[in-house]
């Protein structure tokens, strides 16, 4: 069975400071993919980032870092230089395609 | 709009009524999710159709919940006998290659 654990419920930072949200994974399957979302509270999931267990090399994209480390099951997500929109619940999902096993969120909270 | 679409955004039902919800997933997209959130909850997987035809169902999707992409186009979700435990927030997905891309959701509310 497939198990995603997002240990932090909530996190909460004062702008610009940078946020990390742990995710740690489970699988027997040797191909996978792992996944970031973000839900606003308008309540629509958004995508953020997709990784394939082939391919540890951490990302940056803008604001936005990502370290997966295939040795511990990890798959961390950085927010640097936070702001007040980047409020949301965060879900780290284990899977391929569009089934997803999700975690139960990490709710990040910046304040002004 | 070339995004996932659903209607209705919000849906009040009493207890024993049945309810269809729609789906709209992005055009070249032939693979279509249903996933179902309730609060404090991540996203959990009911089902999923590859064009028209329904691969696999969880075993949350009970025999009340009935789910069709008959043109292997947009997808309803039917609920019969709705029991306040559904109250949720009801998610479709599309996927082509890659990530999924997420509509809005339709939040049923059962008194």
């Known amino acids: 069975a497939q198990k995603v654990t997002q240990a932090q419920t909530e996190i909460s930072v004062v702008e610009k400071e940078d946020v990390t949200l742990d995710c740690v994974y489970e699988?027997?399957?040797?191909?996978?993919?792992l996944f970031w979302y973000k839900q606003p509270p308008s309540g629509e999931l958004v995508f953020l980032i997709r990784?394939?267990?082939?391919?540890?090399q951490n990302e940056i994209s803008g604001r936005y870092s990502w370290n997966f480390q295939k040795s511990t099951s990890s798959f961390n997500f950085t927010i640097t230089a936070s702001q007040v929109v980047d409020s949301a619940v965060y879900f780290c999902?284990?899977?391929?395609?569009?089934?997803?096993?999700f975690g139960a969120g990490t709710q990040v909270v910046v304040t002004p | 709009d070339t995004g996932v679409s659903q209607n209705p955004r919000h849906k009040i039902t009493k207890r024993g009524q049945n309810v269809t919800f729609r789906c709209d997933p992005i055009?070249?997209?032939?693979?279509l999710y249903w996933y179902r959130q309730t609060l404090g909850q991540g996203p959990e997987f009911l089902t999923y159709?590859?064009?028209?035809?329904?691969?696999?169902k969880s075993r949350l999707l009970s025999d009340r919940f009935s789910a069709e992409r008959p043109k292997g186009s947009f997808s309803t979700l039917e609920i019969q006998r709705t029991e306040q435990g559904d109250s949720a927030m009801y998610l479709c997905?599309?996927?082509?290659?890659?990530?999924?891309?997420f509509g809005q959701g339709t939040r049923l509310t059962v008194v």
């Open positions: 159709f590859q064009n028209e035809a329904q691969l696999e």
């Open positions: 699988t027997r399957d040797t191909t996978y993919y």
């Open positions: 999902a284990l899977g391929s395609w569009g089934k997803l096993q």
């Open positions: 997905a599309s996927s082509l290659q890659g990530g999924a891309f």
């Open positions: 055009s070249e997209h032939n693979r």
């Open positions: 990784r394939n267990s082939f391919d540890e």
